[in-house]
């Protein structure tokens, strides 16, 4: 199977500006995790949706959004950038089906606001 | 939600030391504890998990234990290798959440 797709893999912004990443998850999984990553805060939980309910949500702004589709793919939308949210981006996807927990990451989206 | 708290944030051994890195969550009711490995460019790869239902469990060099009752696991790494320098995260888990410690970056002298 092919494994997580992130798009863009690089992206520069302006502050104000607002932004939208995708993610696409391996084949048959139904949950998408996003995450942000800056150097040495580890992987800060955003939000993770399943059959396109997001069912939880990290300790972030209103200005931090997501959705899913019918097709499991995932989008994450932030506005009105702050310098602040330059981070790489990652998104993660678990089948949740027979008792499977792994997830598994994608490449990451590096944001840079400027 | 789930809390987990990672030590040490840096650990420094010499090639072929042992390396211990553990974790403590909140949660009772998590049930699925990976570890993660991050090479420096490169996205988190899962490397080892356990599950509330076994204590202990190895692959190689690298084992893992769970302490249900305390709330805590841990990663042991023998005989280290230069090619094991990393930053390394633990996980709780339950069926709809998974949370990551702050990691470690493991350096591996040679």
């Known amino acids: 199977k092919a494994g997580v797709t992130q798009t863009p893999r690089y992206l520069i912004k302006t502050r104000g500006q607002q932004v939208t990443l995708s993610c696409s998850p391996i084949?048959?999984?139904?949950?998408v995790s996003w995450y942000q990553q800056t150097p040495g805060q580890g992987l800060q939980f955003l939000f993770e949706y399943f059959s396109e309910t997001q069912r939880n949500k990290g300790n972030f702004p209103g200005r931090f959004s997501g959705r899913q589709f019918s097709n499991s793919r995932s989008e994450m939308n932030v506005s009105t950038l702050e310098l602040g949210d330059s981070a790489l981006y990652l998104c993660?996807?678990?089948?949740?089906?027979?008792?499977?927990?792994?997830?598994?990451f994608g490449p990451g989206t590096r944001l840079t606001v400027t | 939600g789930e809390n987990v708290e990672q030590h040490p944030s840096t650990l420094s051994v010499q090639e072929g030391d042992s390396a211990v890195i553990k974790c403590t969550y909140s949660?009772?009711?998590?049930?699925?504890f990976p570890w993660y490995k991050q090479e420096l460019g490169k996205r988190p790869q899962l490397i080892i998990d356990?599950?509330?239902?076994?204590g202990e469990k190895k692959d190689q060099r690298i084992a893992v234990t769970l302490n249900k009752t305390a709330k805590h696991f841990s990663l042991h790494i023998t005989e280290t290798q230069p090619e094991d320098s990393a930053v390394y995260f633990c996980a709780a888990s339950k069926f709809d959440d998974m949370r990551f410690g702050a990691g470690t970056r493991l350096t591996v002298k040679p």
């Open positions: 084949s048959g999984h139904r949950s």
């Open positions: 993660a996807s678990r089948e949740l089906a027979g008792g499977t927990y792994e997830q598994y």
């Open positions: 949660d009772s009711a998590s049930n699925y």
């Open positions: 356990i599950r509330s239902n076994v």
